[in-house]
């Protein structure tokens, strides 16, 4: 599993189970109940 972050954009590669894996890990490491956006994870990375 790979994962590219640029400043608009993710890019995961990798199998269909490794990515959801990873975007519900993602989600949850956001610490906070509600949903987070793909936008609001990119603002804090970069």
Do not use: Q
């Not at 949850?28 to 109940?33: H, I, T």
Request: net charge positive; hydrophobic share 35%; glycine share 6%.
């Amino acid at each position: 599993m790979k994962m590219y972050v640029g400043a608009k954009e993710l890019k995961l590669v990798g199998k269909a189970w490794e990515i959801r894996h990873t975007l519900r890990k993602l989600s949850r490491d956001a610490g906070s109940p509600e949903k987070k956006s793909l936008e609001m994870f990119l603002s804090k990375r970069s």
